[in-house]
C-alpha cells in the first residue's frame, strides 16, 4: 500500500504541474530571497522540463533503491548491524523493511513537493510576484521533523532480534 501511495503522489503531482501550467505566466518565478521576492526564473516550457525530471526522480529514487538489496554484494549495503542484517536469511526482512521505510519517504516527500508546487503558483499568480516564506518555511519545517522520526524509526528497527 506504501508504494501505491507514493506512486499515486507522483502522479498527483504530475497532473497537478500539467493541469496549472496554463496559469503560470511565460516567465515563472523559481526561486525567492528569504523575504518571498522572485530572484530567479525560467520559461513556463523550462520549469515544465524541470519539474517533470525532479517531480519523478525524487520520490522515484526512493521506490528503486530497494530492489537494490537483493542485488547488491552484502559488502555494498551499508545498514547498522551489518552482518545481521545482510545474513542471507534476513535479507527478505531486511528488504521489506527497507521497501516500507523508503515508499514512506517517497510519500513523504511527494506530499511536500505538491505543497511547494501550490505554493510556487500561488506567488506566481500574485501581484507583484511574492512567496508565503512563513508556509514554506512551516512546511519545511513538518517535513523536516517527519523525515526525522521516519529515520529514528527505522534505526530502531534495524536493531538486531536475537
Given at each position: 500500500?506504501?508504494?501505491?501511495?507514493?506512486?499515486?503522489?507522483?502522479?498527483?503531482n504530475?497532473?497537478?504541474?500539467?493541469?496549472?501550467?496554463?496559469?503560470?505566466?511565460?516567465?515563472?518565478?523559481?526561486?525567492?530571497?528569504?523575504?518571498g521576492?522572485?530572484?530567479?526564473?525560467?520559461?513556463?516550457?523550462?520549469?515544465?522540463?524541470?519539474?517533470?525530471?525532479l517531480?519523478?526522480?525524487?520520490?522515484?529514487?526512493?521506490?528503486?533503491?530497494?530492489?537494490?538489496?537483493?542485488?547488491?554484494?552484502?559488502?555494498?549495503?551499508?545498514?547498522?548491524?551489518?552482518?545481521?542484517?545482510?545474513?542471507?536469511?534476513?535479507?527478505?526482512?531486511?528488504?521489506?523493511?527497507?521497501?516500507?521505510?523508503?515508499?514512506?519517504?517517497?510519500?513523504?516527500?511527494?506530499?511536500?513537493?505538491?505543497?511547494?508546487?501550490?505554493?510556487?503558483?500561488?506567488?506566481?499568480?500574485s501581484?507583484?510576484?511574492?512567496?508565503?516564506?512563513?508556509?514554506?518555511?512551516?512546511?519545511?519545517?513538518?517535513?523536516?521533523?517527519?523525515?526525522?522520526?521516519?529515520?529514528?524509526?527505522?534505526?530502531?528497527?534495524?536493531?538486531?532480534?536475537?
Amino acid at each position: 500500500m506504501n508504494r501505491i501511495a507514493a506512486w499515486l503522489l507522483i502522479a498527483a503531482n504530475l497532473l497537478f504541474l500539467f493541469g496549472t501550467l496554463h496559469w503560470l505566466p511565460d516567465t515563472v518565478a523559481v526561486h525567492f530571497d528569504g523575504q518571498g521576492r522572485p530572484d530567479n526564473w525560467m520559461t513556463r516550457d523550462t520549469h515544465a522540463l524541470f519539474m517533470t525530471a525532479l517531480l519523478v526522480f525524487l520520490p522515484g529514487t526512493f521506490l528503486v533503491i530497494p530492489a537494490l538489496v537483493t542485488r547488491l554484494p552484502a559488502r555494498w549495503i551499508n545498514v547498522p548491524h551489518h552482518s545481521y542484517w545482510t545474513a542471507p536469511e534476513r535479507r527478505p526482512a531486511l528488504q521489506r523493511l527497507l521497501t516500507d521505510w523508503c515508499a514512506q519517504m517517497a510519500t513523504l516527500m511527494g506530499l511536500f513537493m505538491l505543497i511547494i508546487q501550490v505554493l510556487t503558483l500561488i506567488a506566481n499568480r500574485s501581484v507583484p510576484v511574492r512567496l508565503d516564506t512563513t508556509a514554506v518555511l512551516a512546511s519545511m519545517a513538518l517535513f523536516l521533523v517527519l523525515t526525522l522520526a521516519l529515520v529514528v524509526r527505522l534505526f530502531r528497527q534495524l536493531r538486531p532480534t536475537r
